[in-house]
């Protein structure tokens, strides 16, 4: 089966810009994650989608990030603005509704860097 | 709350010589356990997990982990490691049910020298 896809794999932007991050999650797979990971830190949980509905955003910083799941399938993150503290990688992951127990499918990540 | 510590960040290993990487956690309720691999420039990959019954568990490329309640660890073992193991490798942890959000450790970067 196709893994998780996420694009850009890149990105360089300067502070206060806007950036937009996209994530296609395996065909089937319910529960969509989206992780931030500072280098040196492990993944932070941002985000968890089940279909199109928010199921936790308690460490979203909403001033500035928002995600949508559109008909329950891909993702996007955006964040505006952005900060010199947003650099980091950005993972989507996936898994069966319910099933989050089995483990999660992650994509390879966008890496964010803010000059 | 939950909380998971790698007590290593980093860990220096030979060619074909045995390595731990060690993972204690907190959580007041069952749990579930994972250990995660992220190879340069790639995501993260499942290496294995517990989530009942034998408390050794075996997962891919030869490693395996043993769960310990009392201790709260769930490190992370192999007999003999090879140059192709050098990556970070994370512990999590799930609440117990299916439900729950995976929490990551710091991560421990293994490095593998001939």
């Known amino acids: 089966e196709a893994g998780v896809a996420q694009s850009p794999r890149y990105k360089i932007i300067e502070k206060r810009q806007s950036v937009a991050f996209w994530c296609n999650p395996i065909?089937?797979?319910?529960?969509l994650y989206w992780y931030q990971q500072i280098l040196g830190q492990g993944p932070k949980l941002l985000i968890q989608f089940q279909n199109n509905g928010v199921v936790d955003d308690s460490q979203l910083p909403k001033d500035r990030f928002s995600a949508e799941r559109l008909k329950g399938v891909d993702s996007t993150l955006k964040i505006q603005p952005a900060k010199l503290e947003d650099s980091a990688v950005y993972l989507c992951?996936?898994?069966?509704?319910?099933?989050?127990?089995?483990?999660?499918?992650f994509g390879s990540g966008t890496r964010l860097t803010v000059v | 709350a939950q909380s998971v510590t790698q007590l290593d960040s980093q860990v220096p290993v030979f060619e074909e010589a045995p390595v731990e990487l060690r993972c204690n956690y907190s959580?007041?309720?069952?749990?579930?356990l994972f250990w995660y691999v992220q190879y340069p420039n790639q995501g993260l990959q499942l290496l294995l997990k517990y989530l009942s019954g034998s408390t050794l568990v075996k997962g891919i490329n030869g490693f395996e982990a043993e769960f310990n309640k009392s201790q709260t660890s769930f490190h992370l073992r192999k007999p003999s490691v090879h140059i192709s193991d050098t990556a970070e490798y994370f512990c999590a942890v799930s609440e117990g049910g299916s439900q729950g959000n995976l929490i990551f450790g710091k991560g421990t970067k293994l490095s593998v020298k001939p």
């Open positions: 959580s007041s309720v069952s749990v579930y």
């Open positions: 065909s089937g797979h319910a529960t």
């Open positions: 992951a996936s898994s069966l509704e319910g099933r989050a127990a089995l483990g999660y499918t």
